[in-house]
């Protein structure tokens, strides 16, 4: 009996002080949801931050863009400048080779070859100073050209995608002998036999 109305004393002293730390709890859980929606706060500064560095990367690229098409026109000038001679001579691929005598393909043309010559003949022999490659691409599209008759000595390619050596004078055969000059016989190959390549 008296038991009863101790416990029941001692309930209620339990209960209050059972909700007191509850609330304290309770309240403490809010704190860290305060906290965290303070946490929210610099996660969007750093996504503003982010959307800013998107930004700068998005206008860095542009600038790139801009650099590189400042860029192309002025290769593309270069180029022209280089052989306006050998570039009136260019013209559709039809499978040829030509050699001139004189620089950026003027002068006397020396041979038009669809095939392989083992010697240009002593009307063109060692006169060549410019060449050019029209022959159709894939296979045997580097046209070799070599120091003596029968594919003898030294030897430099010219590449389809070179299309003309417009100044034999800066280039030298695998021999090392300067390819101006010097040419005697040519046949097609591949760029693979190729050890040195006219520019
Ligand atoms: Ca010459
Ligand atoms: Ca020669």
């Not at 610099?42 to 206008?59: D, L, S, V, Y």
């Not at 296979?139 to 389809?160: K, R, S």
Request: charged letters at 15%.
């Amino acid at each position: 009996m008296h038991a009863d109305p101790r416990a029941c004393g001692r309930t209620p002293t339990t209960g209050d002080g059972t909700p007191g730390p509850a609330r304290h709890t309770a309240t403490g859980a809010h704190h860290p949801r305060t906290t965290t929606t303070t946490h929210h706060h610099p996660r969007i500064t750093k996504e503003t931050r982010g959307n800013t560095m998107r930004k700068f990367t998005a206008t860095a690229a542009l600038l790139g863009l801009t650099a590189l098409g400042v860029l192309v026109p002025a290769a593309t000038s270069q180029a022209a400048v280089a052989g306006p001679g050998c570039d009136s001579k260019w013209g559709p691929r039809n499978g040829n080779m030509y050699a001139w005598q004189d620089l950026d393909c003027s002068g006397t043309q020396l041979i038009v070859a669809a095939g392989n010559s083992a010697n240009w003949g002593a009307g063109s022999n060692d006169k060549a100073t410019s060449v050019m490659n029209r022959g159709f691409t894939g296979g045997l599209d580097h046209v070799a050209f070599y120091e003596h008759d029968n594919y003898g000595g030294g030897h430099a390619c010219l590449a389809p995608g070179e299309l003309y050596a417009d100044n034999l004078t800066d280039n030298r055969l695998t021999s090392g002998v300067g390819a101006n000059d010097s040419i005697t016989s040519h046949r097609w190959v591949a760029r693979s036999a190729c050890g040195a390549f006219l520019t």
